[in-house]
């Protein structure tokens, strides 16, 4: 059983450029959420999906983040126009039931 | 205040003694809590869950729930030097996880 898997591990890009990213659930698992991580403080929720449905989004999630789940398997996170305080850790978290949630690696993003 | 509120710290526990480690909520709709080890520079790892009031033991370690106080805790008995990273505590209403801060935990040999 492999766990979560995010590509890439790390991003480094300009300001105002577009990143994606991939997440790679656990197979079995129909739960996906993306979390973001800033150097000292806790993972915060961007957004969750149920299959392939979006079903919450938190207001972290600026109209330049956009995720996607299609066929209800891997996930996307797209920022676009990327700014310096977009720089932090991009977790994905999957999970079967509405309970534990197991992290991937994440994707560390740095915007210079 | 903080949905979840946790001592930074940094924690430091000699080798062999017992860490412990709290976390207080503030949503009294939060039905499941989890304890998260995350080293540095690593993601979150689970590893413990607790649902109902009273203790949760999982080798070395012990979860505590108080919903009435809003409070949860960790004990890891027997320290390793292996056990110093950050915990994360974590409150789920519906589905998304709330976390804390984090407490730094540091075992000293």
């Known amino acids: 059983d492999t766990g979560v898997s995010q590509d890439p591990r790390h991003k480094i890009t300009k300001r105002g450029q577009n990143v994606t990213f991939r997440c790679d659930p656990i197979s079995e698992h129909n739960r996906l959420y993306w979390y973001r991580q800033t150097l000292g403080q806790g993972p915060e929720f961007l957004t969750y999906?149920?299959?392939?449905?979006?079903?919450?989004k938190s207001r972290l999630l600026s109209d330049r983040f956009s995720a996607e789940r299609p066929k209800g398997s891997f996930s996307t996170l797209e920022i676009q126009r990327t700014e310096q305080g977009d720089s932090a850790m991009y977790l994905c978290?999957?999970?079967?039931?509405?309970?534990?949630?197991?992290f991937g690696p994440g994707t560390r993003l740095t915007v210079t | 205040q903080k949905e979840v509120e946790q001592n930074s710290g940094p924690l430091s526990v000699p080798e062999g003694a017992i860490a412990s480690l709290n976390c207080t909520y503030s949503d009294r709709g939060s039905q499941s809590f989890f304890w998260y080890r995350q080293y540095s520079g690593k993601s979150p790892e689970l590893i413990m869950s607790?649902?109902?009031?009273g203790d949760k033991e999982d080798g070395r370690f012990t979860a505590q729930l108080n919903k009435a106080s809003q409070y949860v805790s960790l004990l890891i008995r027997d320290s390793q030097p292996s056990d110093s990273a950050t915990y994360l505590c974590a409150a789920q209403g519906a589905q998304k996880l709330v976390f804390g801060q984090g407490t730094r935990l540091t075992i000293n040999p």
């Open positions: 999906f149920q299959n392939e449905a979006q079903l919450e």
């Open positions: 607790i649902y109902s009031n």
């Open positions: 978290a999957s999970s079967y039931t509405a309970s534990e949630q197991y």
